[in-house]
């Protein structure tokens, strides 16, 4: 290699207008973007596979689509390497480019190998040749070449399956030996996410002009689509259940407004079962207001559902969170670094790793018999407190260690105690962390089902809501040192994560609207706790820093 | 220089002879000859009771011999300033003066540290009471996460000094005046009431690191100390903050005594008042008035350090 002086006309530091070969990667790009979204919009059934647009199928356009992003790539490739356009391209496609396009052809020649010479010892050779191949050649030639034309090529392929309809809506795939049949419905999405992905990869290398400058684009567009992809799953998760929970959730809802003062004296008529009523507003909300009525008539309610979780995750968090942060206290603080305190944070690992089961049955058989023998929302608390105990120990230890140790110097250099230290500095500057732990912890034990189904749960259908605050239980000085009165804590209760699985598990087919609007409240009720922790993670930050 | 210079510029109450110390000036490699004379080059004498009076001081951290049989005295109100080579141990001593070596557990510490004639490292010394009249100012500044009222006071109000608690502001015996009173004291004394004076109730971390600084200063003053130990305190700084720094500290040496442990030399001659030079192996090699050690220091290692031939 030459380090000759002499300047190219790429070496400018500014470059002018836009040339061909950036217009049209950039156009490959944004359709391989549009394939990529529209294949997740599929996916999710919000824009199925077969529906028409404009004389012709979602599916159709598709595969148009990549039909010419493969097309495109593989020519802009073939023109750079013509020399026609100015790139910089290495003198090969790189070692993880090799891979990544040679585990494609591997699934390619696999999923073909597979259809025409049936599962056979066969299809493992055919896959490994086309793999070998794909990956050759983006290995050995030059990397405009090699690139465009392994990458390119599988998404003209992909296409070209798709636009000819060879894996079309109504295609139907059942390999013997296989119990799944995988449908066009399913099949055109993925194709289009995946080929969509590798489309705009490659795309984006033919417009950094491959080089150093085509990888950082490629794997910028990669990195980006991937992250995007992810929120729009996340976002359709929550959708999916929202726009199908939504409407059992607000049926029936009822409001309306007092007009004036003199009906104060003379309210309209309304129906008893009016729970808010001010003197100006009534609002009446059946579905989170009300119990499962046993009665066919009116709306079914998960009332004692949504007290019952929301009661057990109180409960779990005043047992975990005072035990936990002082445990966290005791390593960080004053145990020595040892082998003490690594048992303990390897044991705390471990008990956040024990599945909920085994906490459920420990629970069972210890806290039930000791607790009025009965199914009751204090077990559960009990139990999905020390499950959530590990957690908020682990995050609270980090959060401690990371409170600077000038705090603690310039404290004891005051004359000032470990202890006072600890609660006037140390704790309020660790305060942020320990809440994240929480909030995390609750996300947890707010969805758990299989303790709650053991410990805490009988009827899944209530009428009346737990009377929780109406008894109060006592201690007695005998044993169990509990006192059981009727109404109690110490009472069974239902949760919202256990009604949905027994809606579900009833096989109440009429009845899913039920569970979906179950799940849309539980997932309400896990953002508000969450709201909760944000909120005062966020005041305690602002008190650190201002 | 000459060999009378060195005896005249000496201590107040000379009680060596001068022949080995003109020995070892004619000595270039300094070696044996340094340890047979140095008890007397560290032998700073002066008028009056000393404030600190340390003896035999040895500290070891593990295997490592981090100090080894420092005996010094430190008059009071003035500054004394530590200075040497990074490692030499003058941290170290300092951190022994009020106890902060305890934190660290590895440490082990041997001889006898007296303030005011009181042994510090004896069974049931009050370490609260013993930090509260020897303060520390750290190298890096270190306010709370809090206000800059709540980092004054935070010292008092742990002491239970000023109750400004709830309870107290309810049963109507809070002492918030008092609390006025002595933040706007302290932030006077150390140069600061000015600037903060209209924001108290801003977060500390806020300000600059010069004031950061500072505010560590008044905080350490609100406890009332006697002695204010100070480690590199102003070598996180820019120079504008430094000399504000290096102008408190010569205020403060009237009513207090102050011990400066200090990387910069020329910081070590504009602020002090004597001079104490670490060298490596955490021996204290010469100890003696700022000017004579700058001048005309009587060990050559010492001149060596001071010019930039070593260290």
Same mark, same amino acid.
């Given at each position: ?27 490959? &790009? ?40 493969? @097309? ?73 070449? %090699? ?43 993925? $194709?289009?996410? /995946? ?44 959708? /999916? $259940?929202?726009?199908?929970? /939504? ?15 003199? @009906? ?28 499962? @009525?046993?009665? %066919?008539?009116?709306?079914?309610? $998960? ?25 966290? +206290? ?9 082998? /003490? ?73 005051? %004359? ?22 929480? $909030? ?24 009346? &809501? ?51 609007? @179950?799940?849309?409240? +539980? ?24 | ?7 005249? !510029? ?5 009680? !060596? ?6 020995? !070892? ?66 941290? !170290? ?15 082990? #510490? ?40 709540? *980092? ?10 000023? *109750? ?52 560590? #200063? ?94």
């Amino acid at each position: 290699m030459s380090f000759d002086t002499e300047r190219s006309s790429t070496d400018t530091l500014v470059s002018g207008d836009s040339s061909t070969r950036e217009l049209v990667s950039g156009g490959l &790009v944004a359709l391989s973007f549009a394939s990529f979204t529209v294949g997740l919009l599929a996916l999710f059934q919000y824009l199925p596979a077969d529906t028409p647009v404009a004389g012709t199928t979602v599916s159709t356009l598709l595969g148009a689509a990549l039909t010419v992003v493969g @097309t495109g790539v593989v020519v802009l490739g073939a023109a750079s390497y013509g020399g026609l356009f100015e790139t910089e391209p290495g003198h090969t496609g790189g070692l993880a480019s090799a891979v990544f396009v040679g585990a494609l052809w591997f699934a390619v020649g696999g999923l073909v190998g597979a259809q025409t010479l049936g599962l056979s010892t066969a299809w493992p050779v055919v896959a490994l040749l086309t793999g070998g191949v794909g990956a050759a050649v983006a290995l050995v030639a030059r990397e405009d070449l %090699g690139v465009t034309l392994s990458a390119g090529l599988f998404v003209l392929l992909s296409g070209l399956v798709v636009v000819t309809g060879l894996v079309g809506p109504g295609w139907r795939w059942g390999p013997e030996n296989f119990s799944v049949v995988l449908t066009g419905a399913v099949g055109v999405p993925v $194709i289009a996410l /995946f080929a969509g992905l590798v489309g705009a990869w490659t795309a984006a290398r033919v417009y950094g002009g491959f080089g150093p400058q085509g990888r950082q684009t490629g794997a910028y567009v990669l990195v980006g689509t991937n992250a995007a992809g992810m929120l729009a799953l996340l976002v359709s998760v929550v959708g /999916f $259940i929202a726009v199908r929970g /939504f409407g059992p959730m607000t049926e029936g809802i009822k409001y309306g407004l007092f007009w004036g003062p003199w @009906t104060w004296f003379n309210p309209p008529l309304v129906d008893t079962w009016v729970i808010l009523e001010g003197p100006i507003v009534w609002f009446y909300w059946p579905f989170v207001m009300e119990g499962y @009525t046993t009665v %066919g008539s009116g709306i079914d309610g $998960i009332l004692p559902a949504i007290v019952g979780t929301v009661w057990l995750v109180v409960g779990a968090v005043a047992l975990a969170v005072p035990l936990g942060v002082g445990a966290a +206290l005791f390593l960080t603080e004053y145990a020595d670094e040892g082998r /003490f305190t690594s048992l303990v944070e390897i044991s705390t690992n471990g008990l956040w790793s024990t599945p909920s089961i085994v906490y459920g049955l420990f629970g069972l058989a210890f806290f039930v018999p000791r607790l009025g023998n009965t199914n009751s929302l204090l077990a559960g608390q009990l139990v999905l407190g020390f499950m959530l105990l590990p957690l908020v120990v682990i995050t609270s230890r980090e959060s401690l260690k990371s409170v600077p140790d000038e705090y603690r110097d310039a404290s004891a250099a005051l %004359g000032v105690s470990k202890w006072e230290t600890i609660k006037s500095v140390v704790l309020p500057a660790s305060l942020p962390g320990v809440i994240t732990g929480i $909030i995390l912890g609750i996300g947890r034990i707010a969805g758990e089902t299989a303790p709650i189904l053991l410990v805490t749960t009988s009827d899944p259908f209530p009428a009346e &809501v737990a009377g929780v605050i109406q008894g109060g239980f006592r201690f007695t000085s005998a044993f169990p040192f509990v006192a059981v009165p009727d109404v109690n804590l110490v009472q069974s209760s239902s949760a919202l994560p256990y009604q949905l699985f027994a809606v579900i598990g009833a096989g109440l087919g009429e009845n899913l609207d039920f569970a979906w609007g @179950t799940a849309l409240v +539980l997932l309400l009720v896990v953002m508000s706790f969450y709201a909760v922790g944000v909120a005062s993670r966020i005041y305690f930050r602002r008190k650190l820093d201002q | 220089m000459s060999e009378t210079d060195v005896t005249q !510029t000496g201590t107040d109450a000379p009680t !060596t002879a001068n022949d080995p110390q003109s020995e !070892t000036q004619t000595h270039t490699t300094a070696g044996e000859t340094d340890e047979r004379t140095q008890e007397e080059w560290t032998n700073f004498t002066f008028p009056g009771e000393p404030k600190l009076a340390v003896e035999d001081l040895d500290v070891y951290y593990g295997d490592d011999h981090a100090l080894n049989g420092v005996s010094m005295d430190i008059p009071r109100e003035s500054v004394t300033a530590l200075i040497g080579p990074s490692g030499c141990g003058k941290s !170290t001593f300092l951190r022994c003066l009020n106890r902060m070596n305890d934190r660290i557990n590895a440490a082990r #510490i041997d001889g006898s540290v007296k303030l005011d004639g009181e042994e510090i490292y004896q069974e049931g010394v009050d370490l609260v009471e013993l930090r509260k009249r020897v303060g520390m100012v750290f190298q890096a500044p270190n306010p709370f996460p809090k206000s800059i009222r709540d *980092n004054i006071a935070y010292g008092p109000r742990k002491h239970g000094e000023l *109750n400004t608690g709830l309870v107290a502001r309810l049963l109507g015996r809070d002492d918030s005046d008092e609390e006025e009173a002595l933040v706007e004291q302290s932030l006077r004394q150390a140069a600061l009431w000015d600037e903060v004076k209209d924001r108290l109730d801003d977060n500390a971390l806020g300000l600059s690191g010069g004031q950061q600084q500072r505010l560590c #200063i008044a905080r350490c003053l609100a406890v009332g100390p006697e002695v204010i130990l100070m480690d590199e305190p102003a070598s996180a700084l820019d120079p504008v903050a430094t000399s504000k720094i290096e102008d408190l500290i010569e205020d403060l040496a009237e009513d207090y005594t102050v011990v400066v442990v200090t990387h910069s030399m020329q910081q070590a001659a504009r602020i002090s008042d004597q001079t104490a030079v670490f060298l490596t192996g955490g021996e204290l090699v010469e100890y003696d008035d700022t000017d004579k050690i700058f001048e005309n220091p009587e060990s050559q290692r010492v001149e060596d350090y001071i010019t930039g031939k070593f260290g």
